[in-house]
């Protein structure tokens, strides 16, 4: 009895080694399974890491990009400005090379008015001259006729005290008349000369007007354009 009683004890005994055993293998175990879960914990972690450095050089990449776009948008946005600049410069020299013909056309209209004005004040001059010697001859002629006591034709004068003497070398009538029609043909020409002489200084001095206006407005237009991108120097500093 007292050997079947120590042999229960030891299979007692035997029992809760065999569980301690169990136990220490579950231990064993649930550790490897640890050292396995916190390799992968790491290796994710190292994974999240890659991926957080990704998102960030991707998120820089899209901002890159986007300041690319906005870069080019106003770079397009410049060269438009300029192209249009450009061609506002062109039409500011033609305009220039226009004033400065209307200045030459007004130049050469100017000086045949001046010699047309010359012309005709030398001939009214002569026409004049011989208008009056025509006139004394017929005055001389009158003068003639008359006759004491007797009215003058003229003036109706019955008294003659000194009557007109006849001038030598006046011309006829028809020489008169011809002198005449030439000396108001070359008045006409001068006036026709003044009048073509001021619409061209008035077309000069138009176009001249706005040439230096448009040269004011672009030479404006830089100085604002400099301002402009100083500031923006300025902000982004």
């Known amino acids: 009895e007292a050997k079947e009683a120590e042999l229960a004890v030891l299979k007692e005994e035997l ?3 065999q569980e301690l055993e169990a136990i220490d293998e579950d231990i064993r175990t649930l550790k490897e399974q640890k050292a396995d879960l916190d390799k992968q914990i790491k290796n994710i972690e190292a994974e999240c890491g ?3 450095n990704q998102e960030a050089a991707l998120t820089e990449e899209l901002k890159s990009l986007s300041d690319a776009e906005k870069k080019y948008y106003e770079a ?12 506002s410069f062109d039409e500011l020299e033609k305009s220039a090379e226009q004033c ?3 200045l ?5 209209l100017q000086t045949s008015y001046m010699a047309a004005q010359k012309s005709y004040e030398d001939f009214d001059i002569n026409y004049k001259h011989l208008r009056k010697i025509y006139m004394d001859e017929q005055a001389g002629i009158i003068a003639q006729e008359l006759e004491e006591g007797k009215p003058c034709p003229v003036c ?3 008294e003659h005290p000194r009557p ?6 006046a011309p006829s009538k028809e020489e008169l008349d011809k002198a005449e029609k030439e000396d108001k043909l070359l008045e ?6 003044n009048i073509e002489c001021a619409k061209s200084k008035t077309n000069y001095e138009n176009t001249l007007k706005l040439v230096k206006e448009s040269y004011l407005k672009l030479t404006k237009d830089d100085g604002e354009q400099e301002l402009s991108l100083l500031k923006e120097k300025i902000a982004l500093e």
């Open 104 to 108: 030459e056309e007004y130049e050469r």
């Open 50 to 52: 890659n991926f957080k």
């Open 76 to 87: 397009e946005a410049q060269e438009k400005e300029a192209c249009k600049r450009k061609d």
């Open 156 to 158: 109706g004068s019955l």
């Open 188 to 193: 006409a020409k001068v006036s026709s000369a």
């Open 100 to 102: 400065r013909e209307l």
């Open 164 to 169: 007109a003497v006849k001038a030598e070398g």
């Open 15 to 17: 029992k809760k080694y």
